[in-house]
């Protein structure tokens, strides 16, 4: 057996191009959907994911507004530069690209900024709705890990899923997204004993752990569909991901590369909220 590869990157291109059809029905109403990202410091890799963020909204036809600021700037001017984007009619989205400097608290940046405009969906709110079965707007990466695998058909009614990780950002809302299509769930972490033992009994396995290669050929079930959401760099440089690509694609029946798996649906999934976000706005 040889893995089928989940293609991130042409099933985010369709996605945009929906998405693009419905940024010019809305512009033909009169309503321009817009997102707002914040940069603070030089992070080389905070500047490329913002790179590709304001690359999509481009390619897409939503606004963006990027607004760079040094890494010393204080969390009180921060936290200001947030209530006036809740304010300003333009920003349907808000984004303000992780990590933060360690001077700001990130969670008090989360919770400060409007529920409404959550293009993250981080914010307690939209977590708690994801948690009570109710509609909100949701983490972009879990999001699009289940559009991956709508996109393969695959039923996860009475299904096993593992998801190795258990944080705010993805293991603990891809938990809860597969619960809601009827998955039974697994949550692996640090502390979890015989990982090997609970990741062979998966039929969906999620490797959210940020690990390098954590996942390998014999922790995978035969035909299990594998989603990696890791990004490391090996010693070499090399990208990859939290999942042995080599050793588990003869086992696997489905699984995403790293790079150009889940990372551009995450980035697909940021306009989906974006817009969204926008069409609520006009019909208020």
């Not at 947030?82 to 349907?92: F, Q, S, V």
Request: some cysteine; aromatic content about 4%.
């Amino acid at each position: 057996m040889t893995a089928h590869l989940v293609d991130g990157a042409a099933l985010a291109r369709r996605l945009r191009a929906g998405l693009a059809a419905q940024v010019r029905a809305l512009q033909a109403a009169g309503m321009k959907p817009g997102l707002a990202v914040v940069l603070l410091g030089d992070d080389p890799a905070s500047h490329v994911y913002v790179r590709h963020k304001i690359k999509a909204c481009e390619e897409t036809g939503v606004g963006s507004f990027l607004e760079k600021y040094e890494a010393t700037l204080s969390e009180r001017d921060l936290l200001a530069r947030i209530e006036a984007l809740n304010r300003d009619a333009r920003a349907h989205g808000i984004l303000v690209q992780l990590p933060l400097p360690k001077h700001i608290d990130a969670r008090k940046i989360i919770q400060a900024i409007s529920p409404q405009k959550d293009a993250d969906g981080f914010h307690v709110a939209n977590a708690g709705a994801l948690m009570a079965g109710m509609e909100g707007f949701w983490p972009c990466t879990p999001h699009g890990c289940m559009k991956m695998l709508e996109s393969i058909g695959y039923a996860l009614p009475g299904k096993h899923a593992v998801v190795i990780g258990r944080s705010n950002i993805v293991g603990k809302p891809m938990a809860m997204l597969l619960l809601r299509q009827n998955a039974t769930v697994t949550i692996c972490h640090s502390g979890t004993r015989n990982l090997k033992a609970l990741t062979r009994e998966a039929d969906v396995l999620v490797a959210a752990a940020g690990k390098a290669r954590l996942v390998t050929g014999d922790m995978v079930k035969e035909g299990a569909v594998v989603l990696d959401v890791g990004m490391n760099r090996t010693e070499e440089g090399k990208l990859c991901g939290d999942v042995d690509f080599e050793s588990v694609r003869p086992v696997a029946g489905y699984m995403t590369p790293v790079p150009g798996g889940v990372g551009p649906m995450t980035i697909a999934m940021l306009l989906a909220n974006t817009l969204e976000s926008a069409r609520r706005a006009a019909c208020a």
